[in-house]
């Protein structure tokens, strides 16, 4: 049976290219049945009916995938974020680093709009944490030509908050696609959203999945991870772990913590220990079947 990657969920259709055509697929009732739907990212095998209309039979096997954005079988997530018009919580940061880093995707930070602000403290705080980090301005040009040799070859997806410039860093790369632009509202402070669903693009040599911005309401629906699984979504603390006094050490307020003494002597940021520490804290107040896992 023919099989393709779906590049883009609308409407209750997914489009699968196959390598010829873009065919438009519906998927079967028993992907609801089994309480799972077909994801942009994922490789399905379809079916074509005596109308010609297209079904999504079955997914291959994903190697991994997410809540939101709801995407599958990444090679890398790409965090847009700016340090002006909007500012980006570094919270936001952090977590959407721990589900892709948990997830065994690699992940690169991109702080965009860096004629308006270079983001230092963003740049000091990834880059010491063990992230590839890059300034880019998708008005200036600077940091493209790096940008697209870090996502050479690979399947990213391109995520983070509204108005932080996805759509705008993806028409600096390929000006023909003429992706909408909105406006950051200077009230709010944050952006509308002009991505309105997950579509891949193609752009020669690499491929983009562009998604709709989150706010912080929106970080609050995705995936959460265990209080266990935690430690090992931060880099940064590998080197410290099981030195802790206590076997079962949560890195919290625990005497003896490694992690906690190598952040008092600044070779662990505080301000990724801060957020850490709240998602540690979400993390706790979670059972174990409300959590929605990437799998």
Not at 134 to 158: C, H, I, K, P, Y
Not at 181 to 186: D, F, I, K, N, T
């Amino acid at each position: 049976m023919p099989q393709g990657r779906i590049i883009k969920a609308l409407s209750g259709f997914y489009y699968i290219d196959d390598g010829t055509r873009l065919v438009p697929c519906r998927a079967r009732g028993r992907f609801r049945k089994e309480g799972m739907s077909p994801l942009v990212g994922d490789i399905a095998v379809y079916s074509l009916d005596a109308q010609g209309a297209g079904r999504v039979d079955a997914l291959l096997p994903r190697k991994n995938s997410f809540v939101r954005p709801a995407v599958a079988n990444i090679d890398q997530m790409v965090v847009i974020a700016a340090n002006v018009n909007p500012v980006t919580d570094p919270f936001l940061i952090d977590r959407v680093l721990a589900i892709a880093v948990h997830a065994g995707c690699d992940v690169l930070l991109c702080i965009n709009k860096c004629d308006l602000d270079p983001g230092d403290r963003l740049y000091e705080i990834y880059s010491r944490s063990g992230f590839p980090v890059l300034r880019v301005s998708a008005q200036t040009g600077e940091g493209l030509d790096a940008l697209r040799r870090s996502v050479a070859g690979r399947l990213n997806a391109f995520t983070g908050n509204s108005g932080v410039g996805k759509s705008s860093i993806l028409n600096a790369l390929q000006p023909e696609l003429k992706l909408p632009v909105g406006e950051v509202s200077q009230k709010l402070g944050r952006g509308r959203h002009t991505t309105r669903h997950v579509e891949i693009f193609d752009l020669g040599g690499f491929s983009v999945a562009d998604t709709p911005g989150f706010s912080s309401f929106d970080l609050e629906q995705m995936a959460s991870l265990r209080a266990t699984e935690l430690p090992g979504a931060f880099p940064e603390f590998r080197p410290y772990l099981g030195q802790c006094r206590f076997r079962d050490c949560a890195h919290g307020k625990e005497p003896g913590c490694a992690v906690r003494e190598a952040v008092e002597r600044g070779e662990i940021c505080s301000s990724r220990y801060a957020g850490y520490l709240r998602l540690l804290e979400q993390a706790l107040s979670v059972k174990d079947w409300e959590l929605r896992e990437t799998k």
